[in-house]
């Protein structure tokens, strides 16, 4: 049996499925298994998948008609044969370290029940934008009585690893999450015990353009209010939407968002980014006033 199941789901990754899947393999922890859940991709995800499964054995490939996240990462979970499973998300990376440290982590004390890692957020050329880091104890404190505006969770959905008991045992990702299903389920973990985060980057995102938390910003926010409600004893209704944002604006927000994170560091590609994000959206007050106001 490996000691960790790395679990990923994915959904027309072909693009950035190659560089994932190696920064996972090429782990100074060797002995886990990788299972890969194909959501329905209608690109070259599947083929690209069964190359690597035939080349390592380590890496199961499951596939399904496309039922979205949630539903993927309940099914991987469910057939992860290792004592502990760490997340993956399909465009991201591991550093070589990453599995083998947070292992070491997790075992530090039998009372942890969460590791993270600090996680850097790259513009999609790779251009650096931000590190998030966390303090294992503030955030579990959070997790258990913040409210939706100032709650905090782990530095990525992605950076997580978990003993499979304790998933099993906290009701694991839950089906009427379509969006929030990380947040939900670290509420329940983190009432079972502490939390933990290695204080270096071990993980790097990619902000992509029109990604799902820009989409479908409002029903994340309503998706953390009602597991708030259910982590307090209360069971609420999921409120009306307004509908999710379109792609060219979705687009062109995220744009923005890279360009001004640029913009601060003094990075001059912020230009390229605001130009791209006024290409989508040409009305996009905020983005023509990167160009004029003064640099902080």
């Not at 990923?8 to 950035?16: P, R, T």
């Not at 599947?46 to 190359?51: C, F, K, M, N, V």
């Not at 913009?263 to 912020?270: A, E, F, N, S, T």
Request: aromatic letters at 6%; hydrophobic letters at 45%; a positive charge.
């Amino acid at each position: 049996m490996a000691k960790i199941s790395v679990v990923m789901a994915v959904f027309n990754g072909a693009g950035a499925f190659p560089a994932t899947m190696a920064s996972i393999l090429e782990q100074t922890e060797r002995d886990l298994e990788v299972i890969v859940v194909d959501d329905g991709s209608t690109d070259d995800t599947p083929r690209l998948a069964a190359e690597v499964a035939r080349t390592d054995p380590r890496v199961r490939v499951l596939t399904q008609a496309n039922a979205g996240l949630t539903r993927a990462l309940i099914r991987g979970c469910e057939e992860a044969r290792a004592p502990v499973i760490a997340r993956q998300d399909c465009g991201d990376r591991s550093h070589p370290e990453r599995l083998a440290k947070q292992l070491a982590a997790l075992e530090a004390g039998p009372d942890v029940v969460l590791v993270s890692c600090s996680t850097r957020y790259l513009a999609p050329g790779g251009e650096e934008l931000y590190v998030v880091e966390g303090d294992g104890d503030e955030v579990r404190r959070s997790l258990r009585e913040d409210s939706v505006e100032t709650i905090r969770g782990l530095s990525h959905h992605g950076s997580a690893m978990f003993r499979r008991d304790d998933y099993v045992a906290a009701g694991g990702y839950r089906e009427r999450f379509r969006v929030a299903q990380d947040l939900d389920l670290w509420v329940r973990m983190a009432a079972r015990g502490r939390i933990a985060f290695v204080p270096e980057v071990l993980y790097e995102a990619i902000v992509e353009p029109g990604a799902i938390s820009t989409r479908k910003r409002a029903e994340q926010i309503e998706a953390a209010r009602v597991a708030l409600a259910l982590r307090d004893g209360k069971e609420v209704a999921s409120a009306a939407l307004p509908p999710p944002v379109s792609a060219r604006r979705a687009e062109a927000n995220t744009l923005y968002f890279i360009a001004s994170c640029l913009r601060r560091r003094r990075d001059p590609h912020w230009r390229a980014y605001a130009g791209r994000a006024l290409r989508r959206n040409p009305l996009l007050l905020r983005a023509w006033l990167l160009f004029v106001r003064p640099a902080r």
